[in-house]
C-alpha cells in the first residue's frame, strides 16, 4: 500500500503563487508516475501535471509555462510549483501514483493511488 500526503493549498489572489507538495509513504518502489489532477466543482478530474520516474514531466496545456513539477529525487516528494494562478485554476487538487501498467492503460492489472485532495482557491 502507498499513502499519499498533500500540503500547500489555499486561497491566493489572480496572479499569485502557490506549491503544492505530495510525499508518498509505503511501497513505493515500483511507481512509475507521480503527478496532480485537479476538479473543479461540476467539472471531469483532468491531468495537470505528472513526472516519471525517469524524471520527463507531461502538462496540461491550460498550465504550461505556469505550472512546474518536480521531484527531489527517486521515492522523494513531489512538488507543483504554480505561478500567474488564475480564476480558473480553482479546484480542488490531489495527488496521484501509479505502477508502469496503469500508466499504460491496464487499469485492472496495475496499481494507482489518490491523496485527498487539497483545495487551491484563486480570486480577489
Known amino acids: 500500500q502507498v499513502q499519499l500526503v498533500e500540503s500547500g493549498g489555499g486561497q491566493v489572489q489572480p496572479g499569485g503563487s502557490l506549491r503544492l507538495s505530495c510525499a508518498a509513504s509505503g511501497t513505493i518502489y515500483n511507481l512509475y508516475t507521480m503527478g496532480w489532477y485537479r476538479q473543479a466543482p461540476g467539472k471531469q478530474r483532468e491531468l495537470v501535471a505528472e513526472?516519471?520516474?525517469?524524471?520527463?514531466?507531461t502538462y496540461a496545456g491550460s498550465v504550461k509555462g505556469r505550472f512546474t513539477i518536480s521531484r527531489e529525487g527517486i521515492m522523494k516528494p513531489v512538488h507543483l510549483q504554480m505561478n500567474n494562478l488564475k480564476s480558473e485554476d480553482t479546484a480542488t487538487y490531489y495527488c496521484?501514483?501509479?505502477?508502469?501498467?496503469?500508466?499504460?492503460?491496464?487499469?485492472?492489472?496495475?496499481?494507482?493511488?489518490w491523496g485527498t485532495g487539497t483545495l487551491v482557491a484563486v480570486s480577489s
Open positions: 496521484h501514483a501509479a505502477d508502469l501498467k496503469t500508466w499504460l492503460g491496464d487499469v485492472e492489472n496495475g496499481v494507482e493511488y
Open positions: 513526472i516519471l520516474s525517469g524524471g520527463s514531466t
